[in-house]
């Protein structure tokens, strides 16, 4: 059983998009090697911060290798959300007890890195670098004192006001540009790491969001996706204090740009001029990630989610009732310490009343300095399992029928992946469907094409493109 049922994996595969920063001046590394591997675990944000971290490194003289044996600096960045990403972090680390005194320098980032700070030191003593999400604008001269002889070095402050930005980031993806407008998070939901991690929430002003869509226009990207752990509670910090709409309506109308995308939403922050704005400008995507995490107003409550069972259906029937069809999302959380059977049940309802388009689902997990650490009517393990089993076939039944409906329609579509059979391709339509398909035409990557679904499954659907 896998922990998801979603319809908005990328379906990138064996694709590289190369380097597009910029050629590199100096070496940066004392010994002369200048090589560095880094390894993202985590969410869209971390693999985000990955692209930045790449960027700073590239431009200061090192080069970015495949593998760990041909890198000095070995880099990873971490995901603390769930004890399994943590525990995983950990066997990996333990790995590098191998390489002999300085051979190479490993250094932890992310999320793990601020929650454990020294701790990590302690645990896995060659272990040189941690910094924590929070203070990534500190990381070239943190590496720089490496670069020196430094031993150990360390960046956890929390309180950093400005979010990182970097002039060359080193994007992954060729096709759909990653951009933060708002970091940290300052909600308080009581299962939930990411406020004590990724500090308090700091937004971008809109001058600068608008100044780097333009750029990545010019470089050749139409689809931009804004990120933010509450990507709609941005409020501008420049004097124009553009609410979150605004922002996306003028992304939207940079030239070039065709494809405006936004994650994750919270239901609190979110308000009918979100939906106007989709309805009104065919550039947003009719795409809504908007995580309910139960559908128990009780468990709400205890998660301190700040809304209930019925106002979050109010959003989502503020979402339905749009001019033009919009695919809807969801997290949820099984096994919250508490939850009753008849939790369980209102949860299952609540997916056929809010008939999501996928669903990624997930076992509670104690996190540390959480409110909901040590609470009580902590539910076993095997039972959180039979929880998730449950919300995931039900999501499927959902799903299969959803995606059946959608048989015969046509879709535009985005193509970022090709499969080495001849003809075959896959592609995301605006609503972040999947879509597999087959074309007598050659070089579609990066083009946008139009492809008629012809057979649907819980997750994807394959299609023809129509020439
Ligand atoms: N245990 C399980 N799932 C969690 N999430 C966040 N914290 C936890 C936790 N302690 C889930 C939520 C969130 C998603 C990114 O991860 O569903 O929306
Ligand atoms: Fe975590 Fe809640 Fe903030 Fe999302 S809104 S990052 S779940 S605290």
């Known amino acids: 059983m896998t922990e998801r049922v979603d319809v908005h994996l990328d379906a990138l595969t064996g694709l590289n998009a190369g380097m597009n920063a910029r050629e590199s001046v100096s070496c940066g590394s004392a010994s002369g090697d200048n090589t560095f591997y880094l390894e993202t675990f985590g969410c869209q944000m971390n693999a985000h911060d990955s692209e930045k971290v790449a960027g700073v490194l590239l431009g200061r003289g090192y080069r970015q290798v495949e593998t760990i044996d041909a890198a000095r600096l070995v880099l990873y960045n971490t995901c603390s959300i769930r004890e399994k990403a943590a525990q995983k972090i950990y066997s990996r680390l333990g790995a590098y007890q191998k390489y002999p005194g300085d051979e190479k320098i490993i250094g932890v980032l992310g999320c793990l890195a601020q929650q454990e700070g020294e701790d990590i030191f302690e645990r896995s003593p060659w272990v040189r670098l941690v910094c924590g999400s929070a203070s990534y604008s500190k990381l070239p001269d943190l590496i720089e004192e490496l670069e020196r002889g430094n031993r150990r070095v360390m960046g956890l402050d929390k309180d950093t006001d400005a979010t990182f930005e970097t002039e060359i980031t080193r994007r992954d993806n060729p096709f759909r540009a990653y951009l933060t407008i708002i970091e940290g998070c300052d909600k308080a939901c009581s299962y939930c790491v990411v406020p004590f991690t990724r500090g308090p929430e700091r937004s971008r002003s809109s001058a600068s969001v608008l100044e780097e869509t333009r ?18 509670s941005y409020r ?83 979402i339905r009732e749009a001019r033009r069809p919009i695919s809807v999302t969801s997290d949820i959380i099984v096994g919250f310490p508490g939850e009753t059977d008849e939790d369980v049940e209102e949860t299952l309802s609540l997916l056929d009343v809010a008939q999501y388009d996928g669903v990624y689902a997930f076992q509670y997990s104690p996190r540390p300095n959480t409110s909901a650490q040590h609470m009580p ?49 896959a592609g995301h339509s605006s609503s972040n469907r999947i879509l597999n398909f087959t074309s007598p035409q050659p070089g579609l990557l990066g083009q946008y094409v139009q492809v008629r679904v012809t057979r649907s499954a819980p997750n994807s659907l394959v299609g023809e493109h129509v020439v």
């Not at 226009?217 to 752990?229: K, T």
């Not at 004097?239 to 940079?254: H, I």
């Not at 704005?277 to 995580?291: F, N, S, W």
């Open 215 to 232: 750029r990545l226009a010019d470089a050749g990207y139409s689809e931009i996706q804004l990120l933010g752990q509450t990507v709609n």
């Open 236 to 318: 501008d910090s420049s004097p124009r204090r553009m609410s979150f709409a605004e922002l996306l309506v003028e992304v939207a109308a940079v030239p070039g740009i065709r494809r405006v995308r936004f994650t994750t939403s919270h239901p609190r922050d979110f308000g009918r001029d979100i939906v106007e704005a989709i309805d009104a400008v065919p550039g947003l995507c009719d795409h809504i990630h908007l995580p309910v995490q139960s559908g128990s107003t009780r468990v709400l409550r205890s998660m301190l989610r700040t809304y209930t069972r019925e106002e979050y259906l109010e959003k989502i029937a503020m």
């Open 377 to 425: 009517d902590a539910i076993p393990e095997e039972e959180k399992g039979r929880r998730l089993a449950r919300v995931l076939d039900r999501q499927r039944e959902i799903q299969i029928v959803r995606n059946e409906a959608l048989v015969g329609e046509t879709f535009e579509v985005l193509v970022d992946g090709a499969s080495r059979r001849a003809g075959q391709w």
